[in-house]
């Protein structure tokens, strides 16, 4: 059981570039969502998924957007990169339904850098 | 509007000594809360969840924390830290109307002096 991956751990990016930040979870979790992480800021929620073909904003979406065409995978693409976008990304993973269930697992996280 | 507010931005304690971290929300009803862990340079770790029943409630790594009604308040506790506690510690809510996204505090970082 690898829990949530995500690739890759660090990259460096030229403003207007575009990437793809990669998130797989092997829980047969329906729901995945993007966080990203700044200095004073805490956790921002970017976008969630609640099921595969099922997607929705969070609190901070513009310049990022989000697919879900299997359980297991969730991409987080950033369309046109700019130094605002220097974050931690983390990707996380839970059940949905019954309360009980709704331990979120975190990957380890990837660190972007926009120049 | 649901928040939730840690307070102390920063703590440091010496090793051996007891822990409180502060967590305060706001919500009409009862809400499920849950305290995170962050060791450095690490994703986050769940410690300890709350849902109903016993309002004490015990986690991973010795840590505990009550919930307390009449206050608003989830205060994760630890009567004796060690030096590898020192990380960034984070509560968050959910709620039954709206349990598609937890809402999160800004964090606590602790200080583990030797």
């Known amino acids: 059981n690898a829990g949530v991956t995500q690739t890759p751990k660090f990259q460096v990016l030229k403003t207007g570039q575009s990437m793809t930040l990669q998130c797989a979870q092997d829980m047969n979790h329906e729901y995945m969502s993007w966080y990203r992480q700044d200095p004073g800021m805490g956790l921002r929620l970017i976008h969630y998924s609640v099921g595969a073909g099922i997607t929705d904003q969070g609190e901070v979406p513009n310049g990022y957007n989000v697919s879900r065409s299997t359980t297991e995978d969730f991409p987080l693409r950033l369309l046109s990169a700019a130094p605002s976008q220097t974050s931690v990304y983390f990707c996380?993973?839970?059940?949905?339904?019954?309360?009980?269930?709704?331990?979120?697992?975190f990957g380890p996280g990837t660190r972007l850098l926009v120049l | 509007a649901q928040s939730v507010t840690q307070p102390d931005i920063h703590i440091t304690v010496s090793e051996g000594a007891s822990l409180e971290l502060r967590c305060n929300y706001s919500y009409g009803a009862t809400p499920y809360l849950f305290w995170y862990v962050q060791s450095p340079g690490q994703g986050l770790q769940l410690l300890l969840k709350?849902?109903?029943?016993d309002t004490l409630v015990q986690g991973i790594k010795g840590f505990e924390a009550e919930f307390k009604r009449s206050q608003s308040s989830f205060n994760l506790r630890k009567p004796s830290v060690h030096w590898s506690d020192a990380a960034e510690y984070f509560c968050?809510?959910?709620?039954?109307?709206?349990?598609?996204?937890?809402?999160w505090g800004l964090g606590t970082s602790l200080a583990v002096n030797p």
């Open positions: 996380a993973s839970s059940y949905s339904g019954l309360a009980s269930l709704r331990t979120q697992y």
């Open positions: 968050a809510m959910f709620n039954a109307g709206n349990n598609r996204k937890l809402i």
């Open positions: 709350y849902f109903s029943g």
